[in-house]
């Protein structure tokens, strides 16, 4: 009897260990070891990097979608909103109110509401048209019908969004099926379904997903906190990343949040070494199959799906339920999370569990009750740990991103697996632990849902949208920036005509220089350089040894207001006297210099060594200079000081000062720009189109004095509020009205009138106005240039507020950069257009199909601002597609130009004595016989050729 009962006793153990050893081998795919989550982690990285890169993003399948969300809440977001909340187990609406300041706190109010499957998977309207029911009935409930509150609208599904109230469906997940909402914008879905109802309207501000609601919601309460993490129905990511990482979104400076969409990883196949056959099998199963591989092994919706399938195959092999598979275990869903975080509670005792799995309809035995719960394990375990070798991937990024070697962050957490489920947490957090060992992260739950944070993003985005609308007429859309092109190219040909330049705004004025440096120029110079931000005087000496060379000796000047507003004998007394310490400095006192005099304002020329100033600009306002000869005026000052001589022998702008500097290194240079305190343009003309100077042959430098754009009432379109402000302000009203959109002794002033005027609606500062900022000119253009840098920037936005004594919250700097590139993007869209007129010009002139040409440029603001040169660059380039333009960037002033005009003028001096015979004559004549080089063309230009 003994015997039979140890053999009966074996029999059993031995079935035992042959059901334990198959229920293993089911089970062993879900065992990952730490090498295949580290292999996950890093195919996950390699993902991440494609979904950034413009290249790869098309075929990425983590598709990290831009949002419009570039930075995280403050404590200054203040008002009333409304928030919809759909996608995850409920759908929710909101309202909250939110108070900033020191007593600043989220007060909400919701009502749930359901969505029936019919509804789920109906047509895109009855959808839409039963969210809006669903908002009717809680606006009635909290009796708000009549406020038009802002929306934000929390969708918890892949969108591709443009801008922060524009998101276009990329495609279905989770439950959702509703037909004719892919490839469509979810915001105008909703505004049409409200207007179908015609019974009250809102202002839809912002589409958020939930991750991002997520991290917005945690980011109130710790400002540390960078990434939104959902373990739900779905599952995805969101955090912030750098804007120069993120290729497919325009400009370098701050951060953007990124909705990762990871749900999608793995949709190419990269990790089907580790999706098991029930895998495969639930994602048959499901609404979308062939995507979401990632999201369909980690998520609440799947994982019991996940369980009922090993579950099947199980009882197939009649470990399981006593071989019989019921009706129960063929429903879909049955498992849903709550369940399996239920069985998988430690304290639960199995009687319990055999209780739940009786809910489900499943007549289990206390055997049977362990498998399940042991199942239900691994599966959860393998989710948990795939989450976090997820997560560990993006914290590795953000550590990256910081440059530092240990990195803090806090990653919001929401999602009902994460939160109802006994083990799930843990497992994920020690898997982060154990994959990013340099990064100490804390994870955060969300205690309000995504509703929140929707409402902080709708609280900011109002704001940036208020601020926008102001700015709104600064932004140019490139038709309007071609339409300035070709009034422009008008407004050349008006100047360049002898009938309509006399009533002309952009005066086009012949400089009489022929040509840019051909190499033979020699000699020993002093160059004058009057203008721009500096009083320059250098000595310039130019050899000729085996190869040209050039030796330069400068020395800045002061010339204070007083002197620039005070009479013209003074300035140019001062201006002799400046000259005459640097001859002393030089020891050049007794040799009489040939002189090159870059004065960088609007002169008529008739001849080189003249130039009658037309009016002052800038900062410039000296008596009795307009109408008179700047050289004539020069020469008397030294002549009345007597302790030097000197010869002017030409006076050029300093547009033409930087071409002939570019000139210098480059043959082909043939425009001259200069983007500084002032703005201005010079080129090679065609003779035979410069109607105010005799002879057709050849060419000759144009000084455009574009500044003057606009003058006539031409721009006004595009003038706004703080263009006439600044106007009205200024030295020379009504003057030079394209300059003073465009340069730098304007662009500060711009920002600060608009500053001034947004605080003072209460978009910036809450209101709060500070003497500084009322102060004219405390804003200056290098702050621009600062605040737009694309690190340190909105540290720089916060220092020089500071020192105006407002004291600016995060979202204050965020405002006050983007206000700063609107106004800087405005000016190089501005020159772009009017470049492309001149570009457009030299084009026809040569009759080629395509131009290539180098614009010589100069002028602090080009140099200084960070970003100015690669806009106006991108621009031109976009307007003047048939173009190939080098910008050479003038190194030495135009100084070295100026030397450069001096030396052919004083070459041909020297020798014009022994020439003989009429200008004019010699002109033809010589283009004629084709005898007539650039250096007879300057005499004959210069009046040194004498019958
Ligand atoms: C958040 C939200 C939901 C979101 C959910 C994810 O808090 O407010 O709308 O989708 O969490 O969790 P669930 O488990 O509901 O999908
Ligand atoms: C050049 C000159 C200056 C000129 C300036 C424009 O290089 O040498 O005299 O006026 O650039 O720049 P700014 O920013 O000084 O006005
Ligand atoms: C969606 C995501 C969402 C996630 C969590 C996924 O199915 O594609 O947009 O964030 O679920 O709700
Ligand atoms: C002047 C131009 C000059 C430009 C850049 C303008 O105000 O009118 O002559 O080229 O500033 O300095």
């Not at 000081?641 to 480059?666: E, K, L, P, Q, S």
């Not at 979202?811 to 106004?823: F, G, K, M, N, Y």
């Not at 004549?925 to 080089?933: A, N, R, T, V």
Request: aromatic residues 6%; charged residues 25%; proline residues 2%.
């Amino acid at each position: 009897q003994v015997s039979a009962q140890i053999l009966a006793f074996f029999t059993v153990a031995r079935r035992l260990a042959a059901q334990r050893k198959e229920i293993d081998a089911v089970l062993e795919p879900f065992l990952l070891s730490p090498e295949t989550l580290r292999e996950v982690k890093n195919k996950m990285r390699t993902e991440l990097e494609y979904g950034l890169k413009r290249e790869t993003q098309g075929s990425a399948t983590v598709k990290m979608l831009p949002t419009y969300v570039c930075g995280t809440p403050d404590g200054t977001e203040k008002g009333k909103f409304l928030a919809l909340d759909l996608g995850g187990t409920n759908f929710r609406v909101l309202l909250v109110k939110i108070r900033s300041g020191r007593r600043k706190s989220v007060r909400m109010y919701n009502k749930i509401f359901a969505i029936p499957l019919e509804i789920m998977q109906g047509t895109g309207e009855e959808l839409f048209d039963h969210i809006v029911h669903c908002i009717a009935d809680f606006l009635e409930y909290m009796g708000i019908k009549g406020a038009r509150l802002p929306l934000g609208f929390t969708f918890s599904f892949p969108c591709k969004q443009a801008s922060i109230d524009k998101g276009t469906l990329v495609g279905w997940t989770k439950g959702f099926k509703a037909t004719d909402c892919e490839g469509e914008d979810v915001v105008d879905m909703l505004r049409e379904a409200i207007k179908r109802r015609n019974e009250f309207d809102l202002d839809i501000v912002a589409v958020v997903n939930d991750t991002v609601g997520t991290m917005m919601t945690c980011g109130y309460e710790d400002p540390n906190c960078e990434i939104g993490l959902i373990a739900g129905t779905g599952s995805n990511v969101c955090y912030m990343e750098d804007m120069k990482n993120i290729e497919i979104v325009e400009g370098n400076e701050g951060k953007m949040c990124i909705n990762t969409e990871w749900g999608g990883f793995g949709d190419n196949g990269c990790i089907d070494n580790i999706r098991t056959e029930y895998d495969k099998e639930v994602d048959e199963g499901s609404l979308n199959p062939g995507k979401q591989r990632y999201e369909k092994m980690t998520s609440g919706m799947y994982l019991g799906e996940i369980v009922r399938q090993i579950l099947i195959d199980l009882t197939k092999r009649g470990l399981l339920f006593r071989g019989q598979i019921s009706e129960s275990l063929r429903k879909r869903g049955i498992f849903e999370t709550k369940f399996l975080s239920q069985i998988e509670s430690d304290r639960l005792a199995l009687l319990q569990v055999r209780q739940i799995l009786q809910q489900l309809g499943l007549d289990s035995t206390c055997e049977d009750s362990i498998i399940v719960k042991e199942v239900c394990g691994a599966v959860s375990r393998r989710a948990a740990q795939l989450c976090g070798a997820g997560l560990a991937a993006i914290v590795e990024k953000k550590r990256e991103n910081r440059g530092v070697e240990h990195l803090q962050i806090t990653v919001g957490v929401d999602g009902t697996l994460y939160k109802l489920h006994p083990h799930f947490s843990r497992v994920l957090q020690e898997t982060v632990k154990e994959l990013a060992p340099w990064c100490d992260v804390t994870f955060m739950l969300s205690e309000d849902g995504s509703g929140k944070g929707a409402a902080l993003i709708t609280a900011v985005a109002k704001r940036l949208r208020n601020i926008d609308k102001y700015l709104y007429a600064m932004r140019l859309s490139d038709e309007t920036l071609i339409d300035i092109m070709a009034r422009f190219r008008r407004e050349m040909k008006n100047g360049l005509s002898r009938d309509f330049n006399p009533t002309a705004t952009v005066k086009m004025l012949p400089t009489f220089v022929r040509s840019i440096p051909d190499g033979s120029e020699k000699g020993d110079f002093i160059a004058l350089d009057l203008g721009g931000s500096y009083f320059r005087i250098l000595r310039v000496k130019v050899s000729h040894e085996k190869k040209q060379t050039v030796q330069m000796e400068s020395e800045i000047y002061n010339t204070p207001e007083d002197i620039m507003h005070g009479s013209g004998t003074r300035l140019f007394d001062h201006v002799a006297e400046c000259l005459g310490d640097f001859m002393e400095k030089q020891q050049i006192k007794d040799k009489k210099l040939p002189v090159g005099f870059t004065f960088s304002f609007p002169c008529r020329q008739s001849k080189l060594d003249e130039g009658v100033l037309i009016t002052w600009t800038k900062r410039f306002k000296a008596s009795g200079v307009e109408g008179a000869d700047v050289v004539k005026l020069l020469n008397r000052a030294i002549k009345k000081r007597g302790d030097y001589d000197a010869d002017i022998m030409a006076v050029v702008n300093d547009t033409v000062g930087t071409m002939m500097t570019c000139g210098f290194d480059d043959q082909r240079c043939e425009v001259g720009l200069i983007i500084g305190t002032g703005t201005n343009a010079c080129y090679m003309e065609e003779m035979r189109h410069i109607d105010l100077v005799e002879g057709d042959e050849g060419r000759m430098c144009i000084n455009t004095e574009w500044g003057a754009f606009g003058d006539d009432g031409s721009l006004e379109d595009i003038r706004t509020e703080f263009d006439r402000e600044i106007d009205r302000g200024s030295l020379n009203p009504g003057k030079q009205l394209f300059e003073k959109m465009v340069s730098g002794l304007y662009m500060g002033e711009l920002v600060r009138l608009i500053l001034v005027k947004m605080a003072k609606e209460g978009l910036l500062f809450e209101g709060r106005i500070t003497p500084e900022l009322l102060t004219k000119g405390k804003f200056e253009t290098k702050h621009v240039s600062a605040i737009e840098k694309s690190k340190e920037g909105l540290s720089k936005a916060k220092d020089i507020l500071t020192r105006l004594g407002v004291e600016p919250s995060h979202e204050d700097c965020v405002a006050v950069q983007h206000v700063c590139t609107i106004v800087s993007f405005r000016s190089a869209n501005l020159v772009a257009a009017t470049l492309g007129a001149i570009l457009c010009q030299l084009r026809d002139n040569k009759g080629v199909g395509r131009l290539r040409t180098t614009v010589g440029v100069d002028g602090s603001l080009y140099k200084m601002h960070p970003q100015y040169a690669r806009r106006l660059h991108k621009t031109t380039r976009r307007l003047v597609p048939d173009s190939d333009v080098r910008f050479l960037l003038s190194e030495s002033g135009s100084g070295k130009g100026a030397a450069m005009v001096t030396a052919v003028a004083y070459r041909l001096m020297s020798s014009s004595q022994t020439q003989l015979c009429t200008c004019v004559a010699i002109n033809t004549l010589g283009h004629l016989l084709g005898i007539m080089g650039p250096e007879l063309q300057h005499a004959a230009a210069l009046g040194h050729l004498t019958v």
